[in-house]
């Protein structure tokens, strides 16, 4: 069975500042790995992808995010907070074969303070 | 539009009455999926259908709750007898099948809100 731990249901930091997400994932078999995010009422947009190729992913809007299999993690980072990545995000995980099955984390709301 | 569309985006409905949710994939998709959303928690996989098929209806509610992807026309998701513990936003995702084009990921609607009085 995979799952996705995510640290912190709620991050604030001021705008400038850097954005770091934390995800943990368990996977008995290599994972894909993926970060989403959601403005209010609306749908899931993809941020980012990890499917087995480089460990340091650049997504839009800046984020980036990096894999550290020895570490079981794939924490989302952006150098510097702009008021427009205030959302919620969601880290989630598949496996290879497995269709695009996805298994997501409880979130992470990011707050970005002036 | 070229994305996963879902409708109605809101629906009310009261206890014991039937709702029912669609969702057309991306043109060119074959698989869809459901997930729900309840408040303060992470999206819960539901369903994934291929068209005509189930292939892992594993979150799905033994009781009250279907879906169905039909060879023609939008996937649904029927929830019959609502309660209000079933007051919750649901989202369609879809991917292409096996192959080249599909890159892992999933392409969301964005969601159907269902509020049981």
Known sequence: ?114 | NAGVMQNPRHLVRRRGQEARLRCSPVKGHSHVYWYRQLPEEGLKFMVYLQKENIIDESGMPKERFSAEFPKEGPSILRIQQVVRGDSAAYFCASSPGSGGTNTGELFFGEGSRLTVL
């Not at chain 1, 008995?28 to 087995?52: D, E, R």
Request: one cysteine or more.
């Open chain 1, 1 to 114: 069975a995979q799952s996705v731990t995510q640290l912190g249901s709620h991050v604030s930091v001021s705008e400038g500042a850097l954005v770091l997400l934390r995800c943990n994932y368990s996977s008995s078999v290599p994972p894909y790995l993926f970060w989403y995010v959601q403005y209010p009422n609306q749908g899931l947009q993809l941020l980012l992808k990890y499917t087995s190729a480089a460990t340091l992913v650049k997504g839009i809007n800046g984020f980036e995010a990096e894999f550290k299999k020895s570490e079981t993690s794939f924490h989302l980072t952006k150098p510097s907070a702009h008021m427009s990545d205030a959302a919620e995000y969601f880290c989630a995980v598949s496996r290879a074969g497995g269709g695009n099955k996805l298994t997501f984390g409880t979130g992470t709301q990011l707050k970005v303070e002036l």
